[in-house]
């Protein structure tokens, strides 16, 4: 028999052997989600017989409207299926029943971040549509310009962060975090030796999430917002506090790239509401930002 349900919290022990065995996350990593992100009436399990089979966490997030206006969302994270239990359809079933879970609690959509490039053509077969990409640059050391001595780039707490970000993105259909994600996020960089970052160069503010790659030769700027202008002289604020290698950066697509840029699909969305769909279209450029890998 199957079962489909909100996880219980004495489940969560079979939920991290699970989510182990399908990512091959260590210990450390999987706890820190459970304990800044995971709540069991937020991680979604599909049983057959009492086994846990198939799992994902749903991560609350708001999406800012062009009009001004937001809609509620939340955002598939983890979704992990018993290796020796798939071809069955359960990592599709327990997406449908996302939708009705979600729906009778009044949520206007749902977002995820496709894993891989070939998980974008999956989920749209369950209703999802592109929506938010991102602009990627790749740079090395060499191709970062030297920064001045009035630029700066100070690690700061995941409310200033919050603050800078909402003031940089104003307007513009984004995804919004809660605090509790952003010091999710702070806690990942700084797990990798970076930090969330207060930039002030060229007489520009911006913010940045940056995290150091496991073999310390590069550094992973997972957000920079700033003007378009002020990018080289923000990465080159980024090398000095964090010299590596190569740098790769991602930044809003609907901002002018810097000249190495380019772009690529990033999260996708499904719209759970009919009022809120008709407040936006495909032509409707948006961002999305961190997602918590």
């Not at 489909?4 to 939920?15: D, T």
């Not at 369950?126 to 740079?139: N, P, Q, S, W």
Request: proline residues 5%; negative net charge.
């Amino acid at each position: 028999m199957l079962e489909l349900r909100p996880s219980k919290a004495e489940e969560v022990p079979a939920q991290k052997a699970l989510w182990q065995q399908t990512f091959g996350d260590g210990k450390d990593y999987i706890d820190d989600f459970y304990t800044y992100c995971a709540q069991p009436e937020n991680v979604l399990v599909l049983l057959e017989d009492g086994i846990l089979r198939s799992m994902l966490a749903l991560l609350p997030v708001t999406v800012a409207l062009p009009d001004w206006t937001s809609a509620s969302s939340s955002y598939i994270y983890a979704l992990a299926t018993d290796p020796g239990a798939r071809k069955q359809g359960f990592g599709r079933m327990l997406l449908q029943y996302v939708d009705f879970y979600l729906g009778e609690q009044g949520v206007d959509c749902v977002t995820t971040v496709p894993a891989e490039a070939s998980l974008h053509k999956f989920f749209a077969t369950v209703g999802f549509t592109e929506c938010f990409a991102t602009r990627k640059i790749e740079l090395t050391a060499a191709e970062a310009a030297l920064p001045t001595g009035e630029d700066s780039a100070v690690p700061i707490g995941p409310e200033e962060y919050g603050y800078l970000r909402e003031e940089l993105l104003k307007g513009t259909l984004h995804a919004q975090y809660c605090q509790r994600l952003l010091a999710y996020q702070e806690h990942i960089c700084r797990a990798s030796g970076g930090a969330l970052l207060r930039l002030d160069v060229g007489g520009g503010t911006g913010c940045a999430a940056v995290e150091r790659e496991e073999s310390g030769h590069a550094v992973v700027v997972k957000e920079l917002l700033i003007a378009s202008d002020k990018i080289p002289a923000a990465l080159a604020a980024v090398a000095k506090a964090y010299p590596a290698d190569r740098y790769h950066l991602r930044t809003p697509a609907f901002w002018p790239g810097h000249r190495t840029s380019y772009t690529q699909p990033f999260a996708m969305i499904k719209w759970l509401s009919g009022q809120d769909r008709r407040a936006w279209s495909e032509e409707n450029a948006a961002y999305f930002g961190f997602a918590f890998d």
